[in-house]
């Protein structure tokens, strides 16, 4: 038996080749204006996920209350978003006393003084940051 198992084994390089050779087929070299299309089309799909990402931060810089200094990078946006965010959660489970603050009778009067808020707060924090 130990000899059958041997030329069995003997029988799977070549068939493990076969498949090698058939895999090769599969990804033989294509012509220069195949490849040349390929990378039109990877070069569109990279423009178009860019300036899809692109927006995307665009509507956030509009959405987050910043000051007039900054000048954000995108990871900076991302950051600055995460601590509106979490400053948000924090009025939002504050008590009712505080919210006096944030009228709902005007929508854009809350937003801004929302704005205002965050502004100080951050400016409060970068300020304790500058204490340590």
């Not at 090698?20 to 070069?43: F, G, H, T, V, Y």
């Amino acid at each position: 038996m130990n000899g059958s198992r041997k030329r069995h084994f003997k029988s799977d390089p070549s068939h493990s080749s076969s498949e090698i050779a058939r895999k090769a087929r599969r990804k033989s070299p294509q012509s220069a204006e195949e490849l040349q299309a390929q990378r039109c089309l990877a070069n569109v799909r990279e423009r178009q996920r860019t300036e899809s990402l692109n927006e995307a931060f665009s509507q956030l810089r509009k959405i987050i209350p910043t000051l007039p200094s900054d000048k954000l990078s995108k990871i900076q946006t991302l950051k600055l978003a995460c601590r509106y965010i979490d400053f948000l959660f924090q009025i939002l489970r504050s008590d009712e006393a505080e919210m006096k603050y944030f009228p709902s009778s005007c929508s854009y009067m809350a937003h801004e003084r929302l704005s205002y808020a965050f502004s100080v707060w951050r400016m409060e924090g970068a300020w304790h940051m500058t204490d340590h």
